[in-house]
C-alpha cells in the first residue's frame, strides 16, 4: 500500500510540474530593438490565441529569433532582419490583417 501511495504521489508531482511548463506561453510582449527605425512591439499574447508556436518558434524550440538568426545572411540562415519581415510581414499580408509598412511596427 505504501509503495502505491509513493508511486501515486510522484505521478502527481511529474503531472502537476509539466502542466506549469505547458501553461508558460513567454511573456505577454516582446520588445525587438535591433532596427535602426525604432523599437518594435510584439504583443505576443495575441498571436498566441491566432497562431500555434511553430509558426515561429520553426525549430521546435522556443529560443528567440537572433539566437538562431545573426546580423548576416550565412546560406544557411536567413539574417534576422530578412527573417523577421519575412516572417511577420508575409504572414501580415497573407492574412490581410495587420501592420505591413514600416511605421506601422517600428517605433522611435
Do not use: R, W
Request: hydrophobic share 30%; with cysteine; proline share 2%.
Amino acid at each position: 500500500m505504501k509503495k502505491l501511495i509513493v508511486l501515486l504521489a510522484i505521478v502527481a508531482f511529474v503531472g502537476s510540474a509539466f502542466t506549469a511548463i505547458a501553461a508558460d506561453k513567454g511573456p505577454a510582449s516582446i520588445s525587438m530593438d535591433k532596427a535602426k527605425t525604432g523599437v518594435v512591439t510584439f504583443d505576443h499574447a495575441k498571436h498566441q490565441s491566432v497562431s500555434d508556436c511553430v509558426t515561429c518558434h520553426h525549430t521546435g524550440g522556443y529560443e528567440t529569433c537572433d539566437s538562431c538568426h545573426g546580423a548576416k545572411d550565412d546560406g544557411a540562415k536567413l539574417k534576422y532582419k530578412t527573417a523577421i519581415h519575412n516572417n511577420c510581414k508575409g504572414c501580415h499580408k497573407e492574412m490581410k490583417k495587420g501592420p505591413t509598412k514600416c511605421k506601422e511596427c517600428h517605433v522611435k
